[in-house]
């Protein structure tokens, strides 16, 4: 059974730093991308992230959605299991509850291609 379990969400002054986990089991996270998505209040679900590993073997693909890139970044410890993202200067605009969600294959924005999803943390980013 696969489980995911997001954690690191918190109260955050603006500008400030928080980093999210995403612990998996059930599965491996070698041959599974995970995305990372939000939804804000009163704000459809959007992408915020993914990684993969890449066919050639070498460093994970990762990729953003614009309104994060340059300011997020995603990782992942391969021994534990488990990915992170970490999130920089953090915004109002960010406040959300953050998911992650697995699928076996590479990245997607597409959030109807994912299986299962953590149940989500919360960010609150205030001014």
């Known amino acids: 059974q696969v489980q995911l379990v997001e954690s690191g969400g918190d109260l955050v002054q603006t500008g400030g730093s928080l980093r999210l986990s995403c612990a998996a089991s059930?599965?491996?996270?070698?041959?599974?991308?995970i995305g990372w998505f939000r939804r804000g209040p009163g704000k459809e679900r959007e992408a915020v992230s993914c990684?993969?590993?890449?066919?050639?073997?070498?460093?994970?693909?990762?990729d953003y959605a614009r309104p994060v890139e340059g300011r997020f970044t995603v990782s992942r410890d391969l021994s534990k299991n488990t990915v992170y993202l970490q999130m920089n200067n953090l915004q109002p605009e960010d406040t959300g509850l953050y998911f992650c969600?697995?699928?076996?294959?590479?990245?997607?924005?597409?959030?109807?291609?994912?299986?299962?999803w953590g149940q989500g943390t919360q960010v609150t980013v205030f001014s």
């Open positions: 969600a697995e699928r076996g294959g590479t990245c997607t924005f597409d959030f109807g291609r994912y299986g299962s």
């Open positions: 059930g599965i491996t996270l070698d041959y599974y991308a």
């Open positions: 990684i993969a590993s890449s066919l050639s073997g070498g460093d994970p693909i990762t």
